[in-house]
C-alpha cells in the first residue's frame, strides 16, 4: 500500500519536474522579448534625446511592462510547481511518519532540515495594489485560521523545569470541538513523555509565504519590533528585537535577542529566516537565556 | 558609454549585497550624464544568466529528456526567485517612469525628472524602495527639491476642464412646447375632453341595508321564541301575556336598580288608559340607558316587532321615526358638489375652446397677411425693376413719359388693393386679440 501511494506521488512529481523543464525554456524565451523591449527603450531614450516624445516614450514603457508581466506570469507557474512538488514531497513524509511510527532524526539533520525548509518556503511577490495574504511574512493569520496537519507551530508548553517555553513543534491533529491542538515537539527526544496538547490560543502558526522586501516591505517586522525568533542552533523561540529587517528576498532578519547575560541586555546580532520570526505576544509569559 | 553603465547596474539589482559601493558608482556616472536613467532597468541580461542564475542556466542548457532533478530543485527555485523579484520590481519601475513621463508632458524638467522619478509618480511606494535597499535607482537627492514637488502638483490642478455650459439651451427646449403656436389638434384634443366631462353622471347609491346589530337581535328573538319563552310567539294577544311578555324582558336586565325601576312602570302603567304605549316611550328611555347595546337593540326590536302586531304602530310610523342616514346626506353632497365643479370646468374649457377658435383665426389672418406682406415687396421690386428700364430706355423721351405714367398707374391700382387688404387683416386681427384680452 505504501508502495504504491510512493510510486503515485513520485510519478507526479515526475511529471512537475517534465513541465518545470519547459517553463525553463518558456521563461527564458519571455526574458528575451524583455530585453529586446528594454533595449528598445533605452535606444530611443539616447538616441533622439531632442525630438523624444513623450507619446512614444509611454507606448515603449507599456510595451515593456507587458512582455514583464507576461515573463512574471511563466516565472510564477515556474514556482509553483516547485511548490507542488514539495508538497507532495511533504505529504509523503507525513504520510510515513504516521506509517511507520516516528522515525528518529539527530538534531543536527533536523536544524539543517529545518534551515532549508525555511529557505524554500514560498516567495510572495504582490502585484500592483495587491495585499500580502494571511501568514505571509509578518501579516498574522486569520482568526479563524486552522494549521493543517505537518505544518510548523511555535508551541507555547509547559515546561516542569523553567515554566513555559515556546517551543518549534508539528501540527499531529486538531480537535475542532475542544478546539485543542496535538504536537510534537520536533525534537523526537522530546517526545517521549507523550505528545502535547494545547488549545488554539497556545499555538502559532508560523508564516506560509516569504515577503519579498522589494515589493512587499508592508509585511515585515519593521526596525525595532518586538518578536519572538527561533534561537540559532536551537528549536526554541525567545523574544528579540528587529535590529534590520531583511533587504531581499534571500536576506534574513538581524535580531537582538534579549539576553541578561550581556549588559545592555541583548545579545549581539543574530540572523534568523522569515519564518522562525513571529509577532511577539504579551501573554506569552516566558523565560530567556 | 553605454555597455559598461549597463552592466554596472544590472549586477545591485541581483546582489544586493554590494550596494553601498555601486551606488556610488552609480552616482558618479549619473552625475556625468544627467539623462542615461533608463540605464539602470532593474532586469538580469541573458549574457548574465551563467553567472547570476547558474541553475537556472544549467536547466536551460539540458536536453528536455534529461529534465529536473529533485537535487537542482532548491537553487533552481532561488535563481527563479530572483528573476521573479526582478520582473516585479521591473513593472513597479516601468509604471512609475509612465507617470513621470505624463508629469512632464507640459514642461520636461529632465533633471527633476531624473532625481524624483520614483518618489513623486507614487509616494505610497516610497518606503518600499527604501527599505529594499533599491534606493539606488531612487536618487536621495529627492529630498532637495520639494520646491519642484510643490510646483508641479500646482500646475496639475487647474487643468480641470469646466463642463460646458448649455443649460439656457435645455431652458429654451422645455419651453419650446408651450409656446408653440395653436394648432387644429388642440381643438380636437379640447373638444374630446369637453366631451367626455359633458356625460352624465349616472351612479346609483346603494340601498342601506339592515344594520348588523338587527341581523344579531333577531337570531336572539329567534331562538327565545323557538324555546318557547316569548309569549308573543302564540299569536293571542291578550293584555295578560303582553304583561308576561314585559316582565319576561325586565328579567333580562341584570342590575336589581333598574329591574326594580322597571318593576315600578308597569304597576304604573296599568292606570294609564293606553299602556302600552306609555310603556314603548319608558322602555325607550330604558334602552338608551340599558347596559349593553345589543340588549338594547334586541329589546327595541322586540318592541317594535310587538307593537306592531298591536296595530299600534305602522311601518310607515317606524319609517318616520328612523334616524337621518349622515353618509348617504355626505355622499349626496358630495356629489353635488362634484357636479357643480365639472359645470364649470366645461364652462372654462367652452371658453378655452373659444379662445383657441379664435387663435386658429388670427394665425390664419396672420398667414394671409404675411402673403400680402410678401405681395408688396413683390410689388414695390416691380416698380424698381420698372423704373429702371424706363430708365434705361432712353433716347426717346416721350415715350419713357407715357411709359412710365402707365406703369405707375397700374402698380399704383395694385398697391392700393394690398394695402387695403392688409389693413382689414390688421384690423381684424387686432379685433381678435381685443377679444382674446376680455377672457
Given at each position: 500500500m505504501p508502495l504504491t501511494a510512493d510510486a503515485v506521488a513520485a510519478q507526479q512529481v515526475q511529471e512537475r519536474l517534465k513541465a518545470l523543464q519547459q517553463l525553463v525554456h518558456e521563461i527564458e524565451k519571455k526574458r528575451q522579448q524583455s530585453e529586446q523591449g528594454i533595449l528598445t527603450l533605452q535606444r530611443y531614450s539616447q538616441d533622439d534625446q531632442s525630438g523624444q516624445s513623450s507619446q512614444k516614450m509611454k507606448s515603449l514603457y507599456k510595451m515593456a511592462i507587458a512582455q514583464t508581466e507576461q515573463e512574471e506570469e511563466v516565472i510564477r507557474k515556474a514556482l509553483q510547481k516547485i511548490t507542488e512538488i514539495r508538497n507532495i514531497k511533504n505529504e509523503r513524509r507525513i504520510q510515513s511518519k504516521i506509517a511507520s511510527n516516528k522515525e528518529s532524526i539527530r538534531k543536527g539533520i533536523w536544524i539543517k532540515m529545518l534551515t532549508s525548509s525555511a529557505q524554500t518556503l514560498p516567495l510572495y511577490v504582490g502585484k500592483i495594489g495587491e495585499k500580502p495574504p494571511p501568514l505571509c511574512g509578518a501579516v498574522p493569520a486569520d482568526p479563524n485560521f486552522i494549521s493543517r496537519v505537518g505544518d510548523m507551530v511555535a508551541a507555547l508548553v509547559k515546561d516542569s523545569e523553567d515554566g513555559d517555553n515556546c517551543i518549534l513543534a508539528e501540527v499531529v491533529s486538531y480537535n475542532p470541538t475542544t478546539g485543542k491542538y496535538e504536537i510534537?515537539?520536533?525534537?523526537?527526544?522530546?517526545?517521549q513523555k507523550g505528545r502535547h496538547v494545547l488549545s488554539r490560543r497556545r499555538v502559532i502558526p508560523l508564516p506560509l509565504m516569504r515577503a519579498n522586501p522589494e515589493t512587499d516591505p508592508q509585511a515585515l517586522f519593521p526596525q525595532g519590533t518586538l518578536v519572538m525568533a527561533l534561537f540559532p542552533q536551537t528549536t526554541c523561540f525567545y523574544k528579540a528585537i528587529v535590529n534590520k529587517p531583511p533587504a531581499t528576498h534571500t536576506d534574513e532578519y538581524e535580531l537582538l535577542f534579549e539576553d541578561k547575560t550581556y549588559p545592555e541586555g541583548y545579545s549581539p546580532p543574530h540572523y534568523v529566516v522569515q519564518r522562525y520570526v513571529i509577532a511577539y505576544k504579551q501573554k506569552n509569559k516566558q523565560t530567556t537565556t | 558609454m553605454d555597455v559598461p553603465k549597463r552592466s554596472s547596474f544590472t549586477i545591485p539589482k541581483i546582489n544586493v549585497k554590494y550596494n553601498g559601493k555601486l551606488k556610488e558608482i552609480l552616482s558618479s556616472t549619473k552625475a556625468k550624464s544627467e539623462?542615461?536613467?533608463?540605464?539602470?532597468?532593474?532586469f538580469i541580461k541573458q549574457s548574465d544568466s551563467i553567472r547570476l542564475l547558474p541553475k537556472y542556466s544549467a536547466i536551460l542548457g539540458k536536453?528536455?529528456?534529461d529534465g529536473v532533478s529533485m537535487d537542482d530543485l532548491d537553487h533552481l527555485q532561488q535563481d527563479l526567485e530572483k528573476l521573479y523579484s526582478t520582473s516585479a520590481i521591473r513593472i513597479r519601475y516601468f509604471l512609475s517612469e509612465i507617470g513621470e513621463v505624463d508629469r512632464n508632458?507640459?514642461?520636461?524638467d529632465r533633471k527633476a525628472h531624473d532625481k524624483t522619478s520614483l518618489k513623486r509618480k507614487r509616494p505610497d511606494e516610497k518606503p518600499k524602495f527604501k527599505d529594499a535597499k533599491n534606493g539606488m535607482r531612487v536618487k536621495k537627492k529627492t529630498v532637495g527639491f520639494p520646491a519642484k514637488l510643490i510646483d508641479d502638483f500646482l500646475q496639475e490642478i487647474p487643468k480641470v476642464t469646466l463642463p460646458k455650459n448649455d443649460n439656457s439651451d435645455k431652458f429654451w427646449a422645455s419651453i419650446e412646447p408651450f409656446c408653440s403656436s395653436v394648432t387644429k389638434d388642440d381643438v380636437a384634443s379640447l373638444d374630446s375632453i369637453i366631451q367626455e366631462f359633458s356625460k352624465e353622471i349616472d351612479i346609483k347609491i346603494p340601498e342601506v341595508g339592515d344594520h348588523y346589530a338587527n341581523g344579531w337581535s333577531e337570531e336572539i328573538i329567534n331562538d327565545e321564541q323557538n324555546l318557547g319563552k316569548s309569549p308573543s310567539k302564540k299569536g293571542a294577544p291578550t293584555s295578560d301575556i303582553k304583561k308576561n311578555g314585559l316582565h319576561a324582558m325586565l328579567e333580562t336586565f341584570s342590575s336589581p336598580q333598574t329591574q326594580r325601576l322597571l318593576n315600578s312602570l308597569p304597576k304604573n302603567g296599568e292606570n294609564e288608559r293606553e299602556p302600552n304605549k306609555l310603556k314603548s316611550t319608558e322602555f325607550g328611555k330604558f334602552r338608551t340607558s340599558s347596559a349593553g347595546q345589543k340588549v338594547g337593540r334586541c329589546l327595541d326590536r322586540r318592541l317594535k316587532k310587538e307593537l306592531m302586531e298591536q296595530g299600534i304602530i305602522t311601518m310607515e310610523d317606524l319609517a318616520k321615526n328612523m334616524p337621518e342616514d349622515e353618509i348617504l346626506n355626505e355622499i349626496t353632497k358630495c356629489q353635488q358638489e362634484l357636479a357643480t365643479v365639472n359645470e364649470y370646468n366645461i364652462q372654462e374649457l367652452n371658453k378655452l375652446k373659444s379662445i383657441v377658435m379664435n387663435d386658429l383665426r388670427s394665425s390664419e389672418m396672420k398667414e394671409q397677411l404675411d402673403k400680402v406682406d410678401k405681395q408688396v415687396l413683390e410689388l414695390y421690386n416691380k416698380i424698381i425693376v420698372a423704373r429702371k428700364t424706363a430708365q434705361q430706355v432712353e433716347g426717346d423721351d416721350f415715350d419713357k413719359v407715357v411709359f412710365t405714367e402707365q406703369v405707375t398707374r397700374d402698380f399704383e391700382g395694385q398697391a392700393d388693393a394690398l394695402l387695403k387688404q392688409q389693413i382689414e387683416l390688421n384690423h381684424e386681427i387686432n379685433g381678435l386679440t381685443d377679444r382674446d384680452m376680455i377672457y
Open positions: 510534537d515537539d520536533i525534537l523526537k527526544e522530546q517526545n | 539623462v542615461q536613467d533608463l540605464s539602470n532597468i532593474p536536453s528536455a529528456d508632458d507640459e514642461g520636461p
